[in-house]
Nanobody, 127 residues
């Protein structure tokens, strides 16, 4: 059974950091492009990062570029999202998703390219 599970969310103060994890069962994460998405209250879900499975390059939404980093732990079949200098507007439910084709090559992080999704983890940035 293919499954993605996110963890690592929580409450953090503005300017703080968190590392989210995306764990897979039933398939190898390094054989897929992995995207991180978030949905803030009252807003549509948006793509924020993608890690390519063809060239291992990372792609970011301009809103997080320079502060967030996506990377793999192949031994643990995990993908992480390191988030630094968090702002209150980063408060959202964060999801990881997997795409068998390299969805990173599509601009705008199209959700239709991702076939497997986790249930999400809540991140709250507040003082």
């Amino acid at each position: 059974q293919v499954q993605l599970v996110e963890s690592g969310g929580g409450l953090v103060q503005p300017g703080g950091s968190l590392r989210l994890s995306c764990a897979a069962s039933g398939f190898l994460l390094n054989a897929n492009a992995i995207g991180w998405f978030r949905q803030a209250p009252g807003k549509e879900r948006e793509g924020i990062a993608c890690l390519s499975n063809t060239n291992n390059s990372a792609y970011y939404n301009d809103s997080v570029k320079g502060r967030f980093a996506i990377f793999r732990d192949n031994a643990g079949n995990l993908v992480y999202l390191r988030m630094n200098n968090l702002r209150p507007e980063a408060t959202a439910v964060y999801y990881c998703a997997a795409a068998t084709l390299d969805a990173c090559f599509y601009t705008g992080f199209p959700e239709a390219e991702y076939g497997s999704w986790g249930q999400g983890t809540q991140v709250t940035v507040s003082s």
